[in-house]
């Protein structure tokens, strides 16, 4: 069997070629991570002397008689590899993936891999690298640049894998079915035109998910808590356990396995200590496929085996003082419910409230649902700028506090054309400087609780200082809004009254009790998007019974029409303080100016943004009666469209004839006064006219005619 060929660099025939420890060089300057893998003979047996067999892939395992254990050795360093390569010339080579910031899609064509790869491509377009590589059984590795903040699924599709949590066999590497060889055009390691992996195809981008770091988990069917401390003790304990013994490997896997991709990094990396057994491919195939059994065991079996071997729990606390220590006592926290801890009974004295939105709002956590196509977005974001007094000098809703406002959108495209229309329409008379100042955007992404409240410390310290009667400063924490809530938060289940309950109890703790938040959700598509007592946050209970507040927005009209787009309205359907008003109305604003297409080509773009003021008796009275009135306005400007179709259609006929005409013989079916009021209104707005006879057409009463202007 011959090695992939190494003449790539040659200049001319008497140009040497190549080594792999030249190769090994030349990947490791790319940044690349390299490990050295056994490779096969001439005879297409591993170089390792053991036999082929199921769990043994011949030629394509770490060598770890030199990288101790296995990929996880991987290297950059010139003084190892060097060692490495001249200690055995003919080994392999294998990349790193994640270390090296590369993922590669293996398209493996005895599995179907090619089948796959064609379905997938005429849905969502050429998953296309300049970086591309034929693998020894005839397919391919495409390498793409990784976020080492992401995590990727094992198995894309039946017959492709994404190679990420290990490595990956490369140039000049012999396998038991030929060659790893770089494509043509397609190579790093070109002299004159050398290939880059490419950015991720949007299809692979939309599969995988944000890596979850070693946090707080919570109990959910029988899984016991654990923390960060948890799973350092875990991987502590693990050092003393056999990872090469099948079954603890396995039960060790069925115990992390509820524990996401952070148990699945502790089992791998403890996997990897066993370099002859371990191999990337099949711990990840195994942790997605088979480790899924129903078990009774949990994390605390490992720490008795552990224990068994001489592990100790507490290892780097010493458990008595040495000669020249003295031992020091911690203090004991009171109990959280301690009497110790109680707060007094306000009786005489109570704090302030915090408003986000003086008398409406308070701070803490409030959802805001609307039915989709309500226009949640462009009224919120206006209404939240306020918050950051970005809004009209007369805007009623002003509130007392200032503060900074994050948002954080599935679409910061509309949040931005919103306030480009608040900014330009919305006589703020603030400069953009302002905006830039007060507001910042983000790409909502789905993370945990936990992982979202990892930026807590960082929010609450951007505040706005507000002047105090005394003199003193005031530091007003942001407003989060967070829209929405299906795009933001990763939930398995959004019915699930316990996950939404944890979600909302960590962005609790973690952010603090009072932290302002806007929660934007959906109300179930049954209940429509127009008023009525029943709606409420689609999905668990949760979001309305542990939400601080729940506001839903509705429009009170059922059917969406040029004239009647202000009629949206924010109403709180659960408040902890009473509130000097319960509704908000708003005002919708569109404009337009000249632009460019995306082709560059004129054009007029349209622009939208809302004003918010509160709906008091009064003004809801008011606009109750003129509600009212437009829709009798619509209904006599329809039966007068009616009644001139009716002219039309059956012309030259008396007044008489089209208010006494019934519907079932074609007429229109209104009262005859309705009809005689409407065809008074007609003739006297100029859209009919009457046609007098002459004394010789007149026949019995019928003096005039009818006709549509």
């Not at 090296?100 to 690298?129: F, R």
């Not at 709606?535 to 927005?553: E, F, I, K, M, Q």
């Not at 709180?572 to 303080?577: G, L, P, Q, V």
């Amino acid at each position: 069997m011959r090695r992939s060929n190494k003449n790539m660099w040659l200049v001319d025939d008497n140009t040497p070629p190549p080594s792999t420890l030249d190769f090994a060089l030349a990947y490791a300057k790319l940044g690349w991570y390299v490990l050295p893998v056994w490779s096969v003979n001439s005879e297409g047996e591993c170089r390792c002397g053991r036999p082929t067999s199921g769990n043994h892939k011949a030629g394509k395992h770490p060598q770890s008689n030199l990288a101790l254990h296995g990929h996880n050795s991987a290297t950059i360093d010139v003084e190892i590899l060097t060692e490495w390569f001249t200690t055995d010339p003919e080994c392999g080579i294998g990349i790193s993936m994640a270390e090296s910031g590369l993922v590669a899609l293996d398209i493996d064509p005895q599995n179907g891999g090619w089948d796959s790869l064609a379905k997938i491509e005429s849905q969502h377009g050429i998953l296309h690298s300049d970086c591309i590589a034929t693998t020894q059984g005839g397919g391919e590795h495409r390498l793409f640049q990784a976020d080492p903040d992401m995590n990727f699924p094992g198995i894309l599709a039946a017959g492709l894998d994404l190679k990420y949590h290990g490595y990956i066999c490369v140039a000049p590497t012999l396998g038991t079915s030929g060659v790893y060889s770089w494509q043509d055009g397609h190579s790093p390691l070109s002299k004159s035109n050398p290939a880059t992996p490419s950015a991720l195809p949007k299809y692979i981008a939309s599969q995988v998910k944000a890596s979850q770091p070693y946090t707080r988990l919570t109990e959910k069917a029988g899984i016991p808590v654990a923390t960060a401390q948890t799973f350092d003790d875990i991987k502590s304990a693990l050092h003393h356990l056999d990872a090469s013994d099948y079954e603890t490997w396995v039960n060790v896997g069925l115990i992390l396995r509820p524990y996401g991709e952070t148990g699945y990094r502790i089992w791998n990396e403890w996997s990897a200590t066993s370099p002859d057994n371990y191999d990337p491919d099949d711990a990840r195939e195994k942790w997605e496929r088979d480790l899924t059994t129903p078990h009774s065991i949990t994390y605390r079996s490992i720490f008795r085996q552990a224990m068994d071997k001489g592990w100790k729990q507490f290892q780097t606390k010493p458990e008595t003082p040495t000669e020249n220590e003295t031992e020091i006592e911690t203090p004991q926290q009171p109990h959280p419910y301690s009497l110790s801890q109680a707060h007094g009974s306000g009786a005489t004295e109570i704090s302030p409230l915090e408003y986000v939105f003086d008398n409406f709002v308070s701070t803490g956590i409030q959802v805001i649902a609307g039915a989709p196509g309500v226009g949640k977005t462009t009224l919120i974001i206006p209404l939240a700028l306020a918050a950051a007094h970005l809004c009209s000098v007369d805007f009623e809703m002003r509130p007392t506090i200032r503060r900074n406002v994050i948002f954080i959108s599935e679409s910061v495209l509309q949040v931005q054309r919103v306030i480009y229309s608040l900014y330009n329409w919305g006589n703020t008379g603030f400069r953009a400087e302002d905006f830039e100042e007060r507001v910042r955007l983000l790409e909502a992404r789905r993370l945990s609780a936990e992982v979202i409240s990892e930026v807590a410390e960082e929010f609450k310290s951007w505040t706005y200082p507000n002047l105090k009667a005394d003199g003193t400063s005031f530091d007003a924490r942001p407003l989060l809004v967070l829209d929405t809530a299906s795009s933001t938060f990763l939930m398995e289940n959004e019915n699930d009254n316990s996950e939404v309950s944890n979600i909302l109890s960590s962005l609790k703790e973690n952010f603090g009790a009072s932290y302002p938040i806007f929660i934007i959700t959906h109300t179930p598509k049954s209940m429509g998007n127009s008023d009525s007592e029943m709606l409420s946050p689609r999905g668990a209970s949760s979001w309305a019974g542990d939400a601080h507040g729940v506001y839903t927005v509705f429009s009170t009209e059922e059917t969406e029409t040029e004239t009647n787009q202000n009629n949206r309205i924010m109403r709180a359907t659960k408040i902890r303080f009473p509130a000097a008003f319960t509704e908000i109305t708003f005002n919708i604003l569109q404009n337009s100016e000249p632009s460019k297409d995306i082709l560059g080509y004129d054009t007029q773009d349209h622009f939208i943004h809302s004003i918010a003021r509160p709906l008091l008796t009064e003004r809801k009275e008011n606009l109750k009666r003129v509600r009212q009135e437009t829709l009798q306005d619509q209904k006599e400007i329809e039966l007068g469209l009616l009644l001139i179709h009716l002219i039309i259609a059956k012309p030259e006929h008396t007044r008489s004839y089209y208010e006494r005409l019934p519907s079932e013989e074609g007429g229109i079916r209104a009262s005859q006064v309705r009809k005689k009021e409407a065809l008074s209104r007609l003739l006297e707005e100029g859209k009919i006219k009457r046609v007098q006879l002459k004394e010789d057409e007149i026949k019995g009463r019928a003096d005039h005619y009818l006709v549509a202007v």
